[in-house]
């Protein structure tokens, strides 16, 4: 079955470690995002690619990093220098120059810090 | 920039009708996107509209009006399930970053 795959689902991180997200999909699709989402609040987008070894800003990229070695692969670290990670993050992608560019999320993984 | 409206919070019965608003401004526009989260899941896309008028999809209705930058989910049959926050979001033309509304948490009262 095609889809999106995140791991972990949950996650505990001490103050100071880098944690990394996996995110991984075989959907064939160019782009991926990456979105935070706090309790009661939408979806904040923090890196965006819409090709291999391409990657963009979003709107709250600070204290996190991406890579895009491979097309099916976008892992998200949340670095030390990111204040408040305790979040929801959820991974997406879409195929590029669909009409509909309809987003396909992942599971999504929870990261709460200690 | 964009800036996405919708309302924080509604309540309904089961077996109603719920209409959900939602109100844009952007530069540029290239379709509106509506999405169902259940808590703690990930969002499931539910309907899309580019042009302005009514999309039907079983139970679940959408509209656009692109002039007055305004689309509405429509809900009928309330369910139990229905019970979840409901996102739209807008595509600017200049690239593929959806822009997501802060949600509108619907509870389905029996």
């Known amino acids: 079955d095609g889809g999106i795959t995140q791991s972990p689902k949950y996650l505990f991180r001490k103050e100071g470690q880098n944690v990394t997200l996996s995110c991984e999909q075989n959907l064939n699709h160019d782009a991926m995002y990456w979105y935070r989402q706090d309790p009661g609040q939408g979806l904040r987008l923090i890196y965006y690619s819409q090709i291999v070894n391409d990657f963009q800003k979003g709107d709250i990229a600070e204290g996190y990093s991406v890579s895009r070695e491979k097309k099916e692969s976008f892992p998200l670290t949340v670095t030390s220098a990111q204040k408040n990670p305790t979040a929801f993050y959820l991974c997406a992608s879409c195929a590029s120059g669909r009409n509909t560019g309809e987003l396909f999320f992942g599971e999504g993984s929870r990261l709460t810090v200690l | 920039g964009q800036n996405i409206d919708q309302p924080t919070e509604m309540t309904a019965t089961e077996g109603a009708i719920v209409q959900i608003n939602c109100t844009y401004q952007?530069?540029?526009?290239?379709?509106l996107f509506w999405y169902q989260q259940h808590a703690g899941e990930a969002p499931t896309f539910l309907s899309y509209?580019?042009?302005?008028g009514l999309e039907e999809k079983g139970r679940f209705s959408s509209f656009l009006s692109r002039s007055k930058g305004y689309s509405y989910l429509l809900l009928k049959e309330l369910q139990m399930k229905d019970s979840a926050s409901y996102l739209c979001a807008v595509r600017p033309p200049w690239g593929q970053n959806f822009v997501f509304g802060p949600g509108t948490r619907l509870s389905v009262l029996p």
């Open positions: 509209n580019v042009l302005d």
């Open positions: 952007t530069s540029g526009f290239n379709g």
